[in-house]
Every structure is written in structure tokens, then in C-alpha cells.
């Protein structure tokens, strides 16, 4: 069952609620290596990169034990094998955030190379730079990291260019490292700041995280701890987005609504009406978009993570819009399919220029990754007859039960083989 098929032309309306967020869960999953004590956790969404990080972390020897609810309990009573095998971060690029925890706990560690993925190179240099620059010696060879640390000790460490694992290993491995470490030029991700609550529930020190400096004064170790992971802005703005594009009314519930003021002013400036409360947003529209064109920044600026989204969404507005990645090289693939559907994208360099047509057609396409999938089922859902959108198992690493959420709200969707 790897293909979606949609009918599309149809509003949404309805209610949903957000999932805990992909990008808060495996980080905070890895903070259990720095405890032998349990650490549990609520609002794990069960989404397959969730399943992988869970098999990476047993064969380390971490008990997991999964309740109804999104409840997940993680004990790392004694870490086995600190190894995390090409095989393993080949699929899940996070893999790496075992690398800060399991030398901050283990003195040791032995992680594969991430390599590169559909959207561009992804290094690593500032994991290793910063890791080094606190006392480890981390070696390359045959393709893996090798880091030892009899302990790492803080430092100052003023980060090249803003990455978010990297500020999330470095965070970790320094919770436990002898004095103070103070990393400039850190990620500001809320994913961030929710990573810095579970470590303080475990008795971390930490202060400034969710800004751009961040201070974290080493303990001698670490406990249990409870920790709910925050709603997922990605998800949100997703199907925000959704809706803008199809039309209708929506709202969703459980989400974090300070965590998508750039989104919702994009959305707001494509003509939709929002309202805000503590945890829910409201979306409606009734009329065509207007274009809105944005560039992709860091946070709090506007999320690579859902550029692809708002590119289908101006495909279809009225005017034209031009989008700039300023995050990754070859973020723009699903252009090309959403071409297949009739949008008219020029692309030029790390900019789209997107003129809005006044509608797609369905068609077959093809997933390229996570957010193209996304983008190209919010395609779907705009276009005219059906659309078939094969290798959708990208889906299922970043979007719990999305056809059935969609389904809720109207959309008529299913899987086929
Ligand atoms: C995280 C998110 C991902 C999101 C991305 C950008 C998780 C699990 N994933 O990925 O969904 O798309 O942030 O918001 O949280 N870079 C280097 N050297 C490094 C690290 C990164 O040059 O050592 C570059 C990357 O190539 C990229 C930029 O920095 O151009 C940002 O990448 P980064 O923030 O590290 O992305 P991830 O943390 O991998």
C-alpha cells in the first residue's frame, strides 16, 4: 500500500488534533542515554522515524516499553554497544543525536556518517567541532565517527552557521560535562527549547534555551524524569496550509500557536481568516489565495520544513510569487511534480518563482521525501479529478495518521497498492 490516491475539489471542514512533534521526540528519546533511570514520556507521535530511533536505542541495550496514548518509557539502565550502524542513520539522518548523549555517558562512541539525502549535502562539522572543542577525540574512518572522552569538559563554542541537532548534541553531551559550556549562535527551534525542559526535568542545568546563547552548567549525572513533547508546528502548518489551499473551515486542536507566527502571516496575507486561543487555531477560507512569496530562514523566520507546502498553496493563488530557500541546496524537487499538475514554476537558482494558475489537474506523481509528499497531497486535494502520489511511505515518517485526519476533514483519500 505505497500509493495515495485522491479525489480532488473539495473543501475541508472539520476538526483535528496535532501530534507531538517528530522533531522534539527523537532528540528528547536520545537525552534517555544520559540516565539510568526511566524516562517517560507522553505525546510520542507513532510515526516510523519514532519506530527506527526506538530499535536504534534497544540495540544499545535501552529498555522500551510503549503504553496506549502516545506514551513511551525509555530506560537506559546500561548502554551495551554506543553504536549507531550505517544501516540505521542511513534511513534517519537524527540518528546522529545519539552521538553527544552516548559520549557524555559511555566516554565513548562509534556513529555512521549521516551522508547526503534528496535535499542536499548535510554535514556534520559542527556536531564533531563543538564535541572536540570540549575535549573529545573524534577520528573518521571507514565511514564512521569515533569519539572518546574520558569526560568532556565546557567550553565556549560559537557555532558556524545555526543548526538544530547540532545545538541539540552539544546541548546534551554538556549536561554532563565538567563546567560550563556556552554555545553562541545556537538554533532558537522551539524543538530546542522543548529538549532543554525534558533536561532540566532530569536535572540539567540549563539556561537561555530557545534564544541564541545558551549556558549549560555540567552536573555529575543525571535522573528520571516526566515529559510531555510539544505539539508539532510542522503538522500545523501543514494543514493550515491545507486548508488556505482547498478552502473551508478547520480547526485543530493541541497545537502551539506561538510556535507559527511566520506561517500564519503568510496565511493571513494569502486572504485567510485566523483565530488564536491558548492551544487551538482557526482557520477558514473562502475565496482564492493571494500570492505570498517568502524566503526560508532559521526560527523564528519561516520553516524549510514547510516551503513545499506553501509552494502548492501559490500555485494556485492569485499573482505571483517568489519563494527562497536559504536552508538546503535542492529543496525544490517538488516543483517538477507539481508541474505535472499543471503549476507554472520557474526555478532559478535558491529562488521559485511561482505564478498562480487557476487550477491543477490530477495526475500521477511521485514523492520525493517528507515535505514534497506533503506538498504534493495538498495538491491533490486542490486538483481537479484524481491524483496518484506513489512512494507515499515518506508520509509515514513524519505525519501520524494523516489519511485518517484528512479523511475526518472531508477529503476523499486512500491507500492503494
Ligand atoms: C533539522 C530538522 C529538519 C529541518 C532542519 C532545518 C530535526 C530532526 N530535523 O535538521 O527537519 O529541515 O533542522 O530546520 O530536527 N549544516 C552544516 N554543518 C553541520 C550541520 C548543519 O553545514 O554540522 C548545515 C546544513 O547542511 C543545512 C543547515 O546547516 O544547510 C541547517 O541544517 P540543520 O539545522 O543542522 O538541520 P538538521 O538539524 O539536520
Known amino acids: 500500500m505505497d500509493k495515495l490516491r485522491i479525489a480532488g475539489g473539495r473543501p475541508l471542514q472539520g476538526e483535528a488534533r496535532v501530534s507531538g512533534a517528530k522533531n522534539a521526540a527523537l532528540p528528547i528519546m536520545c537525552a ?3 540516565t539510568a533511570k526511566p524516562l517517560v514520556l507522553a505525546n510520542v507521535p507513532r510515526l516510523m522515524d519514532v519506530h527506527t530511533m526506538t530499535r536504534l536505542l534497544e540495540q544499545m541495550g535501552v529498555r522500551a516499553a510503549e503504553g496506549g496514548n502516545g ?18 542513520v542511513k534511513t534517519m539522518r537524527a540518528s546522529v543525536l545519539v552521538l553527544g548523549p552516548l559520549l557524555a555517558r559511555c566516554g565513548q562512541a562509534r556513529v555512521s556518517l549521516p551522508g547526503g539525502c534528496a535535499i542536499g549535502a548535510r554535514p556534520v562539522d559542527q556536531h564533531v567541532k563543538g564535541l572536540q572543542a570540549m575535549g573529545a577525540t573524534i577520528t573518521i574512518e571507514h565511514g564512521y565517527m569515533n569519539a572518546t572522552a574520558e569526560r568532556l569538559r565546557g567550553a565556549r563554542i560559537v557555532m558556524d552557521l545555526v543548526t538544530v541537532t547540532g ?4 546541548m546534551m553531551a554538556a549536561t554532563l560535562a565538567d563546567g560550563v559550556t556556552v554555545l553562541e549562535n545556537a538554533a532558537r527551534e522551539p524543538e530546542v527549547a522543548d529538549l532543554a525542559r525534558c533536561l532540566a526535568a532530569m536535572g540539567a542545568k540549563i539556561e537561555g534555551a530557545g534564544s541564541d546563547t545558551i549556558r549549560i552548567t555540567g552536573v555529575a549525572s543525571l535522573g528520571g524524569a516526566r515529559h510531555a513533547i510539544m505539539p508539532d508546528r510542522i503538522e500545523t502548518g501543514t ?16 497545537a502551539m500557536p506561538g510556535t507559527l507566527d511566520a506561517a500564519m502571516e503568510k496565511l ?15 482557520l477558514e477560507m473562502d475565496a482564492r489565495p493571494r500570492a505570498a512569496g517568502f524566503r526560508t530562514a532559521p526560527f523564528p523566520g519561516f520553516a524549510t520544513d514547510m516551503q513545499a507546502q506553501f509552494m502548492t498553496l501559490n500555485t494556485i493563488a492569485e499573482g505571483t510569487a517568489v519563494i527562497t530557500e536559504t536552508i538546503f541546496e535542492n529543496r525544490f524537487l517538488p516543483a517538477l511534480e507539481l508541474q505535472r499538475l499543471g503549476a507554472a514554476i ?12 487557476g487550477r491543477l489537474q490530477g495526475a500521477r506523481v511521485m514523492a520525493t521525501d517528507l515535505c514534497a509528499s506533503a506538498s504534493l497531497v495538498i495538491a491533490g486535494l486542490v486538483a481537479e479529478g484524481e ?13 501520524e495518521a494523516l489519511q485518517q485526519k484528512l479523511s475526518a476533514l472531508g477529503a476523499r483519500i486512500e491507500r492503494i497498492a
Open 32 to 34: 534517555a542515554l544520559l
Open 71 to 88: 506514551a513511551l518509557e525509555l530506560q537506559a539502565g546500561t548502554v551495551g554497544s554506543p553504536v549507531a550502524p550505517y544501516e540505521l
Open 167 to 170: 545545538t541539540e548534541t552539544l
Open 239 to 254: 494543514y493550515l496550509a491545507a486548508t488556505a489551499a482547498a478552502g473551508g473551515r478547520i480547526r485543530l486542536r493541541g
Open 268 to 282: 493571513r496575507e494569502a486572504g485567510a481568516r485566523i483565530a488564536v486561543a491558548e492551544d487551538t487555531i482557526e
Open 346 to 357: 520557474t526555478l532559478q537558482g535558491s529562488a521559485a518563482i511561482v505564478k498562480g494558475v
Open 387 to 399: 491524483t496518484v502520489i506513489e512512494r507515499i511511505y515518506h508520509l509515514d515518517r513524519g505525519y
